[in-house]
């Protein structure tokens, strides 16, 4: 567990970096990512490597026990790359050029960019192997999509398609192009997506997508070989932003050795609350990507700028507090972005630690006592992982099917699964997110929101979990289609309905209109999406109290098994959610930390023989806690109140024995 800082030398003069060198040693720094934007000065020309002011500034920070992760530059294509070889360029749905400027600039299936980017990864990876300042690797910096209609897309996407489906029959059949003549005769007629309406047919949009994530996987994996051959010692990693995104992480992080996050919670006093729980969500997604803990490789040192007008400086106490969210929900190593904010460029007032004045203030302060309380308690926290006994499904297909085709006003899959963990993160209760293809036996509760694309494999392997002892919550639009985002032609939720024990008799999509339900003698708003349900097996557990449907039935139980199946017909408030997860936390036995109030939020870390709990208070408010018993404060070794009264943004650890709770 270490601190680093996301330090560019190349922007520095350099009598500037034997200073900074200093002081990161001084600070507690141990770690920079040097070079992941710096392809102009590592080739200024075509095949004219320049690594020596490179190793100059690994040398200066080496002697200060500082090591190093480098990024490869794929990220930034120079000038004279992409003026002598124009098809790095990606190409929009009108095909015009997306031409350099900011970053980015490239086409993951581009000849050029493929050929150009394997010969400098592989002269950084042959010149730094034996480096022993050099510890990792990261590929590139935040891959997105592009969307490239580019002539290499196109063929490749082609290609992908034939590998996929193998004729073009399967390719008509299983897309259903028979709707509006749709229907191809021969590969040549299959392009990209270009312009004219985003209204085409889903099953086709869908496969774009995958094949989109497969070019930035392959593009990504050219690299990964070169650096696993030549630096075997070192890791690999990625630095992903944040979901909602529509590439696959998953896949992406496939073969990397651990993920990395750029975490940026935002600072604004409006979002003084949500942030913290959107940020919990986004970390606990991130520790499921691999379902191992994982890297910070940028997060936030200051006032944010540039890509918008600048938000409000991190309050006092917040850049701790948000670092140690980071930690006390699975990441082993933190580096900020960045160590001084940035002179030139376009991003001068994406705030650094130190400011343009080059004088460090009271966030460098507030850095300096945390990279100490990190080092002092990193022998403790060393791995120890994330305990969590419920699990949240998350589905990158079925966001990009959401996306595609919205299904009403106000429905939003990402926003309705935030909901969800926000209750859970209110209640206290640990929850891992996860893709829906991992192995998810163990889990005591199991919530699947909108399995819109749902085959039988994964209907059974959900079934056997209830069997098993699970208790599974689903939600509206379950069922809907196949993996191939063609409808089932059967009642809903389709592959699960029996299951579940319950049909779908009619839909009312209300989207913004707000309905209620009642449930065990309370009443409930809802909105987006009504099921009117008809229950089979199942027992009605919930009605609704408007419109041509009171009285009928909006969510059931089904004993299965060991287990239980919920079926929650429509999209409540949150209030249904923590009043609803309560229930079926305590039925299923799961550990809950009640009370909580608004902001602040528990999360374990344990090993075999030790758990941590971490409370933390991610607000600008004083808050208290109510504690079931006296524990004792790791940060200030003493008992702490059992009614503990916390600062704004003030974080508490404390030692459990294991199986106490
Ligand atoms: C990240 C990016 C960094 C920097 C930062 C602040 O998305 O990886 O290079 O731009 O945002 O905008
Ligand atoms: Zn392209």
């Known amino acids: 567990m270490r601190m680093g800082v996301d330090y560019y030398p190349e922007h520095w003069d350099r009598s500037m970096w034997e200073k900074d060198a200093k002081l990161m040693q001084d600070t507690g720094v141990s770690l920079i990512r040097v070079a992941e934007f710096a392809w102009s000065r590592l080739e200024p020309t075509e095949g004219c490597y320049d690594f020596t002011w490179l190793d100059d500034a690994i040398d200066t920070f080496a002697k200060h026990a500082i090591q190093v992760v480098i990024g490869t530059p794929t990220c930034t294509p120079p000038n004279w790359l992409v003026h002598e070889y124009p098809d790095v360029l990606p190409r929009d749905a009108q095909l015009h050029p997306h031409y350099p400027g900011v970053r980015g600039h490239r086409c993951y299936n581009s000849l050029s960019m493929r050929h150009y980017s394997t010969l400098i990864v592989e002269k950084l990876a042959l010149h730094y192997a034996a480096n022993p300042a050099v510890v990792g690797w990261q590929i590139d910096n935040e891959f997105g999509l592009h969307e490239c209609n580019c002539d290499h897309c196109n063929s490749r996407f082609r290609d992908w398609l034939q590998n996929k489906y193998g004729s073009i029959e399967a390719v008509n059949s299983e897309w259903g ?154 990441a082993d190593t933190l580096v900020h972005f960045r160590w001084r904010s940035a002179p030139s460029g376009a991003e001068q007032f994406w705030h650094g630690l130190i400011d343009h004045s080059n004088v460090p203030g009271r966030r460098f302060e507030e850095y300096r006592g945390l990279c100490q309380e990190v080092q002092k308690l990193a022998p403790l926290l060393e791995r120890t992982k994330v305990q969590s006994e419920a699990v949240i499904l998350h589905s990158h297909d079925q966001f990009n099917a ?107 999509p209300i989207g913004r209109d707000v309905h209620t339900i009642r449930w065990q003698n309370k009443s409930y708003s809802c909105s987006q999406w009504c099921d009117i349900l008809s229950p089979q097996s199942a027992e009605p557990v919930a009605w609704y109290e408007d419109d041509f449907f009171a009285g009928q039935t909006a969510a059931t139980v089904h004993a299965l098994g060991e287990g239980k199946v919920y079926y929650l017909g429509t999209i409540p408030e949150e209030a249904f959610y923590v009043d609803f997860f309560k229930e079926a936390a305590e039925e299923s036995g799961l550990h809950l930390f009640p009370g909580l109030p608004e902001g602040v939020q528990i999360s374990l870390r344990a090993n075999e023989s030790t758990r941590y709990l971490f409370l933390m208070n991610l607000t600008r408010k004083p808050q208290t806690v109510q504690l079931d018993g006296i524990y004792r404060s790791i940060f200030n070794d003493c008992d702490m109140d059992q009614v503990l009264t916390m600062e704004p943004y003030a974080i508490e650890i404390v030692e459990l024995p294991q199986k106490n709770v």
């Not at 979002?271 to 970390?283: E, F, H, I, P, Q």
Request: charged residues 20%.
């Open 177 to 330: 192009t028979v709707v509006w003549s749709g229907e191809y005769s021969n590969w040549s007629q299959i392009t990209t997506p270009l312009g004219g309406t985003k209204h085409k047919n889903p099953s086709y949009l869908l496969d774009y997508k995958r094949f989109e994530t497969d070019s930035v996987v392959e593009f990504q994996q050219l690299q990964l070989n070169i650096l696993k051959k030549h630096c075997p010692n070192h890791f690999v990693t990625h630095n992903i932003w944040s979901y909602p995104m529509s590439l696959d992480y998953y896949k992406l992080c496939e073969n990397l050795d651990f993920v990395s996050l750029d975490y940026y919670p935002s600072t604004s006093p409006e979002k003084d609350v949500s942030s913290g729980y959107s940020g919990a969500l986004t970390l606990d997604l991130t520790r499921g990507i691999k379902r191992q803990n994982f890297w910070i490789m940028e997060t936030i040192s200051g006032p944010p700028g540039c890509w918008m007008p600048m938000w409000r400086t991190p309050h006092p106490g917040f850049i701790r507090a948000f670092a140690w969210q980071c930690i006390a929900r699975g």
């Open 402 to 508: 959401f996306q595609m085709q919205p299904q009403v006003e106000g429905m939003d899959y990402f926003d309705n699964i935030k909901t969800i963990h926000r209750a859970f993160t209110k209640l206290g209760i640990m929850t891992d997110v996860l893709s829906e293809n991992e192995d998810l036996s163990g889990y005591k509760l199991i919530v699947a929101p909108s399995l819109f694309l749902l085959d039988p494999e994964l209907a059974s392997r959900l079934e056997e979990c209830v069997k098993n002892g699970a208790t599974l919550v689903l939600m509206p639009r379950t069922g809907v289609k196949n993996q191939n985002n063609i409808c089932w032609i059967r009642p809903l939720p389709g592959p699960l309905s029996d299951a579940a024990g319950v049909t779908v008799a009619e839909y009312d």
